[in-house]
């Protein structure tokens, strides 16, 4: 049976984990049904995609490197996912939020040989909010290393109090904002604190959107990297549109300024 409650409670080490390098990994938080069911959706999903659904690799014409966006309000299994996993509450633990929304979820799927990487780049400036507790879960659903595209975090980068110009993922779309540039981390790695994880499935790191991250291409001949992934959003978070941004499902019907409580980004748990 699927779990709704976490296995251990999150400790203040883990807390302070995230708080300070904008990462933590966490083992295990979601059991072998959860990792199953999601599995299952993920074929379904493949079979039958939501018009969210990108593949980045489609102009060059391979099928590596693709995402589905906004996938529990394409199917019901996602959004079981997203109701009843532990997900909302270790977002809740680690933000220090009572109150903790869906901003969106999302499939990540690299598969084996697929050469694109994901650029450099931290998530707040793709979306509509405004606010500090917004956090990404990456939930893994095959045995991740680094040769199969273990997502790399640079540590602390939350705190720099730099905002930077959001990189599409998407060819056929540009983002313009009037901020700079991701600077060029990989010609200087050895500067930054990178960090990554060799994950298995249950497992799961949890960063803050302001974390800048980056994943190279899958470099395995067999093992694909299918990630499920939950975008959280706490107390402080505003809705704040602005022009150019990542598209999104619809108008969640909510003004400038407002919380985000709706339904398009419902609240999925209090304490």
């Not at 409650?5 to 995230?18: C, F, G, K, S, V």
């Not at 199969?148 to 905002?163: D, F, N």
Request: charged share 25%; glycine share 8%.
């Amino acid at each position: 049976m699927m779990n709704r409650q976490l296995h251990r409670p999150i400790t203040d080490e883990e807390i302070a984990t995230y708080r300070r390098d904008g990462i933590v990994c966490l083992r295990g938080f979601f059991d072998a049904d959860w990792v199953e069911h999601l599995r299952e959706q993920v074929d379904a999903d493949m079979i039958k995609p939501s018009p969210m659904r990108k593949n980045v690799d489609e102009k060059k014409g391979e099928k590596g490197f693709f995402f589905d966006t906004f996938i529990s309000h394409h199917m019901e299994g996602f959004d079981k996912a997203v109701r009843e996993s532990p997900g909302a509450e270790i977002a809740g633990k680690l933000m220090g939020s009572n109150k903790i929304n869906l901003l969106f979820d999302q499939l990540l799927i690299k598969d084996p040989g697929a050469t694109t990487r994901t650029v450099w780049h931290h998530d707040a400036t793709y979306w509509p909010v405004a606010g500090d507790q917004i956090c990404t879960l990456w939930l893994a659903l095959d045995p991740v290393t680094h040769d199969t595209g273990a997502v790399e975090y640079i540590k602390g980068s939350h705190l720099w109090g730099q905002r930077y110009l959001a990189v599409s993922f998407n060819p056929d779309e540009k983002y313009e904002e009037d901020l700079p540039e991701v600077p060029d981390i990989e010609a200087n790695r050895e500067d930054y604190d990178i960090v990554w994880f060799d994950l298995e499935p249950g497992d799961c790191t949890v960063h803050h959107a302001l974390t800048v991250h980056g994943a190279p291409g899958n470099g395995s001949n067999s093992m694909r990297r299918r990630a499920y992934v939950i975008r959280w959003t706490g107390n402080d978070v505003i809705y704040n549109p602005r022009p150019n941004l990542m598209k999104i499902l619809r108008d969640p019907g909510i003004t400038p300024g407002d919380p985000l409580d709706c339904d398009l980004f419902p609240v999925i748990w209090r304490c």
